[in-house]
């Protein structure tokens, strides 16, 4: 009952909060909430002093998420531009400020991506993670900046805040986001962000690669092929551009 609580919160919860909703002691909720971020179920943000989910549920949530409506909608047009593209093609969810792989269609090519599943990633480093963060709030995006030491995952990761800022409006203006091996050596990716009906970004769909063939003038190509099929999946799931 507790997760159940936790999930329907966004993004966080308190445990005064958590007590009320569920008609139990504070001090209980603590204990219970304690053991849980112990366990890495829970994370506890030392600044807010409010919890959310954690790794440990993501991990364990991920088989119930394989059955989520966004995936399938989603499936299609990765497979599609699998077969546009020959490289393999992800869908990511945001999660707080990370994001995980959620599902892949994989390159036929004998040399290609495989990206782990239910892993937790950085919203500053690689395509998936900038494309989401780029469209986040302005007052989301700052917090973050504020709030995130920018670790090199890379020795070519963005750590600079003000670096990084001109890279989302970059971003912002083009509509993908492109990686040669910010997130891991070798590896490229092209990403554009997926939104749900209510405006707000849900992850982000990639193409991904060896560095050695994504950099050779297929950016803007593989670009405009995940940006129509970001497009798809939003219009899907409610999302209007204004204008549109």
Do not use: W
Request: proline share 4%.
């Amino acid at each position: 009952m507790i997760f159940a609580v936790a999930a329907a919160k966004e993004p966080d919860i308190g445990v005064s909060e958590l007590a009320r909703t569920l008609g139990l002691s504070k001090a209980v909720v603590h204990r219970v909430v304690r053991t849980l971020v112990a366990a890495d179920f829970f994370s506890f943000d030392e600044r807010t002093r409010r919890y959310r989910l954690g790794p440990g549920a993501v991990g364990v949530g991920l088989a119930a998420m394989a059955q989520m409506e966004v995936p399938r909608i989603a499936q299609p047009y990765l497979e599609n531009l699998v077969a546009r593209t020959k490289e393999t093609a992800t869908l990511s969810v945001r999660y707080g400020t990370q994001r995980m792989y959620l599902t892949q269609v994989l390159s036929p090519q004998e040399i290609h991506m495989s990206v782990q599943l239910g892993r937790l990633y950085p919203l500053h480093a690689g395509g998936s993670s900038k494309a989401i963060l780029a469209m986040m709030g302005p007052d989301e995006i700052s917090e973050y900046l504020d709030s995130q030491e920018l670790v090199a995952l890379t020795p070519i990761t963005i750590q600079d805040r003000d670096r990084l800022a001109e890279e989302l409006e970059l971003i912002r203006q083009r509509g993908y986001a492109l990686s040669l091996g910010e997130r891991q050596q070798g590896a490229a990716s092209v990403a554009a962000a997926v939104f749900q009906a209510n405006g707000r970004v849900y992850g982000s769909i990639s193409v991904c690669g060896p560095v050695s063939r994504l950099s050779a003038g297929k950016a803007e190509e593989y670009g405009r092929l995940v940006k129509e099929a970001a497009a798809e999946v939003s219009r899907q799931l409610g999302f209007r551009a204004v204008g549109s």
